[in-house]
């Protein structure tokens, strides 16, 4: 019999957090799974699954989050999995977004992520053994007029995931940043999706067509959020569809997310090879070609 794995998960109270909860929780495995307000009638829900609720604002002092997580490892004795997905979408033009709320979105999406990782890191690390997996985003990948800030965090968590895996591989632990495509969760609305102050009518144009586009595409997004959540779970335990598979450094979830990495791919080679001629021009006169 498989011994149940113990899950750390933030923002369990919606969208992924929710649907990965009840996929690990249905798998057998334990999870504590946290939110800001632990009394939501989701965590209530997830409680009455098997889920042991904590309180738990990843933009809290680093104390706090410190305490949060020893408490968390005092239920179980260890945490396996941190799944490190609490974040949300600040829409908005560059030059609309203010200083305060680019740093309200990096504190969540960014700083909150990194300040899990210090807390839940050295049991990790005592263990030999554990799996931190990041909630990325097809915008880690190509970032979008009007939502550029959040794609920043995005592409900033991509690459704090590459640099934490090189640096805890010897170790035991595997590190991985998940990325979705277009899911049909709540993420387009609600509190998740949340809008700069500041509107400038020459950028119009551009911000209005990305606003009309997300409003359309609300509801209507093509990834099952269960199918999805089923994957990741599978692939973060290395079991089912994944058993004897090496967890990839970023995992793609989704068609829409394959088939737009893929174009970037082509669009990146694309631009290498146009300005490979000028490109190499600017070695050293000493370095050998």
């Known amino acids: 019999m498989t011994t149940p794995l113990v899950w750390l998960i933030t923002g369990s109270t919606s969208g992924f957090g929710t649907a990965i909860t009840k996929a690990a929780l249905a798998r057998g495995d334990k999870v504590i799974a946290t939110a800001r307000n632990p009394n939501k009638p989701e965590m209530t829900e997830l409680a009455s699954l098997g889920a042991t609720p904590l309180a738990l604002d990843i933009t809290a002092p680093e104390s706090t989050i410190s305490s949060v ?71 880690g990948w190509r970032s979008s007029a009007n939502g550029g800030i959040y794609c920043a965090t995005k592409f900033t968590i991509a690459g704090i995931s590459e640099a934490l895996r090189e640096e805890v591989k010897h170790l035991g632990i595997d590190v991985t940043c998940i990325e979705p495509g277009y899911f049909r969760t709540n993420f387009l609305s609600g509190g998740h999706r949340v809008f700069a102050a500041k509107r400038i009518s020459d950028l119009d144009e551009a911000t209005e067509k990305t606003r009309k586009a997300y409003n359309a595409y609300d509801g209507r997004q093509p990834g099952d959020p269960e199918k999805g959540a089923q994957l990741i779970v599978e692939a973060l335990t290395k079991s089912g569809r994944c058993e004897g598979r090496q967890l990839p450094g970023r995992l793609l979830v989704g068609s829409d997310a394959v088939e737009i990495v893929g174009g970037v791919w082509e669009r990146q080679r694309k631009e290498v090879e146009e300005w490979r001629e000028l490109s190499v021009t600017t070695d050293c006169d000493d370095v050998k070609k």
């Open 69 to 139: 997580v020893a408490e968390a490892i005092k239920i179980h004795g260890r945490i396996d999995i941190l799944l490190n997905n609490a974040a949300y979408i600040l829409e908005g033009a560059i030059e609309e977004s203010s200083h305060s709320e680019v740093l309200a979105e990096f504190n969540t999406n960014v700083f909150g992520q990194l300040a899990m990782i210090r807390a839940v890191m050295p049991q990790m690390r005592k263990q030999r053994s554990g799996t931190v997996a990041f909630m990325g985003s097809i915008g």
